[in-house]
Nanobody
Framework: QVQLVESGGGWVQAGGSLRLSCVASGSVFDINRMGWYRQAPGKQRDLVAT???????SYGDSVKGRFTISRTNGKMIVYLQMSSLKPEDTGLYYCNAHKGTYPREVNYWGNGTLVTVSS
């Protein structure tokens, strides 16, 4: 099992910045990818950004150029630096840890941290 604890959410005005953190613990040795997803009220959960253990990153189209994902291998911590925030970035941000490959893959989720961007 993997436990994920997010922090860093809060309220910010449009144009501002926030940094989210996620700490993974437990059986972390075979995690091959970590990332962030967000869910706005009444909408589905969407990809924000992911990073592999090799350092390859992927971003959702709406955050490219504004958000940066990074990690520290030693302590399995992943960060999401969010800049130039917009009201549409508001939502519950979930940390994700991924193991395995299709079709035998497992995803773990944190409880989420709320980000509110006011106009």
């Amino acid at each position: 099992q993997v436990q994920l604890v997010e922090s860093g959410g809060g309220w910010v005005q449009a144009g501002g910045s926030l940094r989210l953190s996620c700490v993974a613990s437990g059986s972390v040795f075979d995690i091959n990818r970590m990332g962030w997803y967000r869910q706005a009220p009444g909408k589905q959960r969407d990809l924000v950004a992911t990073i592999t253990t090799a350092g390859s990153t992927s971003y959702g189209d709406s955050v490219k150029g504004r958000f940066t994902i990074s990690r520290t291998n030693g302590k399995m911590i992943v960060y999401l630096q969010m800049s130039s925030l917009k009201p549409e970035d508001t939502g519950l941000y979930y940390c994700n840890a991924h193991k395995g490959t299709y079709p035998r893959e497992v995803n773990y989720w944190g409880n989420g941290t709320l980000v509110t961007v006011s106009s």
